[in-house]
């Protein structure tokens, strides 16, 4: 069984930061990319920021220069730093991984941790 767990979030004003953690743990054979969602109410989830295992990373415009992800391969370990948050950031940012399991290949999904910007 896979799990992915999140940690970080909470509520900040607007120009201020937080950082996000999650740690992916069970039965994983390898983790080919890790990276951040996120979805606003009322709105579809949306690609935030995605590492892959050797470390490229792909950034959505609107968090580009302002987030910064990172990964820690020998700990299942995907973090997300943000910088300089706006109030449309506020919203629920989901961990995804896709990996290799005994179950064969796809996504698995964190929890959800809410990110709360206030103007």
């Known amino acids: 069984q896979v799990q992915l767990v999140e940690s970080g979030g909470g509520l900040v004003q607007a120009g201020g930061s937080l950082g996000l953690s999650c740690a992916a743990s069970?039965?994983?054979?390898?983790?080919?990319?890790m990276g951040w969602y996120r979805q606003a109410p009322g709105k579809q989830r949306e690609l935030v920021a995605v590492?892959?295992?050797?470390?490229?990373?792909n950034y959505a415009d609107s968090v580009k220069g302002r987030f910064t992800i990172s990964r820690d391969n020998a700990k299942n370990t995907v973090y997300l730093q943000m910088n300089s948050l706006k109030p449309e950031d506020t919203a629920v940012y989901y961990c995804?991984?896709?990996?290799?399991?005994?179950?064969?290949?796809?996504?698995?999904w964190g929890q959800g941790t809410q990110v709360t910007v206030s103007s």
């Open positions: 590492i892959t295992s050797g470390g490229s990373t």
């Open positions: 995804n991984a896709f990996l290799d399991s005994p179950r064969g290949r796809g996504d698995y």
């Open positions: 069970g039965s994983i054979f390898s983790i080919n990319a």
